[in-house]
């Protein structure tokens, strides 16, 4: 029993001084980061000089001059942070100069070094910092690292480091290949990556869409919403009639509808008639902006479409289609039934209470036209005028 007891007593003895020590090494790290807090401070106002006089000759043709002095580890991060936020913001020439300069203050062959560290952390943090700098001689060793990988988000720290450095369009391509091989819906992730590099995005992006892998087609479709191509418009006319997969053709549709082409009355038929509804509620939606007079059969038969999408689009595009499109939705609400009825008089009466808002005497004549064939239908709704009260003045007049 004693022996029970004095085992006990050193337990609590034990951890006692392991909770102390816990503490202590809280304090310590506590202590060391203010340190580290005040000393970067300090490097920052001491440098601020040299980083005002790096301003001045970023647009000249002297050279740009290296950090003065011998510098502690702590300064070389805070310039080489400074440079790197510089490398983001600028471009051409001047980016070039100050990626030299990187080169020349020993940076970049710092973090090439710990791209062999023991220490994970510190592999990644280096492939981020190289891919800050564009260093192109280490995109074999990132792609390495890529290949090695498993999925994660230091997947993506990597593949967007090596769409910084590389110099070649087959590295890009490899780059995309070991981030989609793990079988991941990031093509939206993958196409904000490959956006990240200096080469011509045009010639990748062609390269992508006529690419065997549809998770590559997938990426080039994503990355070319905000990207004006025009070299890439024959490839999406292509994918959005012979493309197998449903997402690829109805993406390809979409892009190639919002370059506003001139579409053929055949072509017109057959993407109204696909099997996807992504595709006919996006060709509807198109005929309204393109003002195609032509298709309003198509966009009347489309109401009776099984697909809400489809329907709306449809009447969306007729209200557009100026009077001859709304006599069409007029009589669809009139002599129509079920959901094309409802979807019908639904755009009639968007229109209607929109039109108060016309300002310019085109959109007022438009909307009075319109509004002759609504009360051609539906008959002269009448406003009731506001009875003015009157007040009593007087005494009382009930008897």
Known sequence: MFSHVTVAIYFVYVC????GLGIALLFYMKLKHLSTLKKTEYYQRKHQDYFKYLQTQLYEDQELPLPPGKLVPLEKRIIQDKLMEW??????????????LCYK???????????????????????????????????????????????????????????????????????????????????????????????????ILLQLLDHENPDFVKVALVAMWGQAVPEVIPALNRLSVDADE???????VKLYLSSNPV????????????????VRAAVAKSLGNMHAAGSIPLLRRAMQDENWWVRNNSAESLAQLGETGFELLCETAQRGSGLERETALFHIEKVMSEGSDHRALDQMVTFNKKRLIYDRYFGVIETSKPVRKVAAVGGDYSA
């Open 16 to 19: 006692l001084g392991l909770i």
């Open 87 to 100: 490398i983001e913001q600028f471009k051409g020439e001047v980016r070039t100069r100050v990626i030299e």
């Open 105 to 203: 203050a020993g940076f970049v062959d710092d973090e090439m070094e710990k791209l062999d560290s023991l220490y994970f952390s510190r592999r990644v943090e280096a492939s981020y910092r190289l891919g800050m700098m564009r260093a192109t001689e280490a995109t074999p060793r990132l792609l390495d690292m890529l290949r090695k990988q498993r999925y994660s988000p230091v997947t993506t720290i990597i593949g967007r480091a090596v769409s910084k450095t590389a110099d070649q369009e087959s590295q890009l391509m490899e780059m995309l290949g070991y981030m989609l091989k793990h079988g991941k819906s990031i093509h939206n992730l993958a196409a904000d990556v490959l956006l990240e590099t200096r080469l011509d995005s045009s010639k």
């Open 246 to 252: 449903q997402d690829v053709r109805a993406e390809a």
């Open 263 to 278: 579409l053929r009355d055949d072509t017109i038929k057959q993407l109204m008639s696909d099997s996807n509804w992504e």
